[in-house]
Nanobody, 125 residues
Framework: QVQLVESGGGSVQAGGSLRLSCAAS????????MGWFRQAPGKEREGVAA????????YYTDSVKGRFTISQDNAKNTVYLQMNSLKPEDTAMYYC??????????????????WGQGTQVTVSS
C-alpha cells in the first residue's frame, strides 16, 4: 500500500503561482510513475503532469506546458507541482496519484493504483 497526502492548494488571482506537494509513504517502490490530475465540477478527471520515479522523465498535458513543472525529491518521497501563470480555467481539485505503468498513457487515471485525497486550487480573474 502507498499513502499519498497532498498539500499546497489555495486561492490565487490569475497570473499567480502555487506549489503543490505530494508526500508518499508505505510501499513506495511499488510505483514507477507519479502523476498529478485535476477535476473541475462537472468534468472528467484530467491528467496534468507525470514523472517517472526512476529516471525523472516528465510529461505534461498541452494546456499547462510552459506554466507547470513537476519535480521530485526522492530523499523525501515527495513530488511537487509548481504552477505559474495560473488561469481561471486551472481551477479544480488536484489529486496526486501513484502507479506502476508500462507503455505510456500516463494521462489515464485508471493506470494509477493509489490516490491522495485532493487539494483545491481556485484561480480568480
Amino acid at each position: 500500500q502507498v499513502q499519498l497526502v497532498e498539500s499546497g492548494g489555495g486561492s490565487v488571482q490569475a497570473g499567480g503561482s502555487l506549489r503543490l506537494s505530494c508526500a508518499a509513504s508505505g510501499y513506495t517502490y511499488s510505483s514507477n510513475w507519479m502523476g498529478w490530475f485535476r477535476q473541475a465540477p462537472g468534468k472528467e478527471r484530467e491528467g496534468v503532469a507525470a514523472i517517472t520515479t526512476g529516471g525523472g522523465s516528465t510529461y505534461y498535458t498541452d494546456s499547462v506546458k510552459g506554466r507547470f513543472t513537476i519535480s521530485q525529491d526522492n530523499a523525501k518521497n515527495t513530488v511537487y507541482l509548481q504552477m505559474n501563470s495560473l488561469k481561471p480555467e486551472d481551477t479544480a481539485m488536484y489529486y496526486c496519484a501513484a502507479g506502476r505503468l508500462y507503455g505510456g498513457s500516463w494521462y489515464l487515471a485508471e493506470k494509477y493504483n493509489y490516490w491522495g485525497q485532493g487539494t483545491q486550487v481556485t484561480v480568480s480573474s
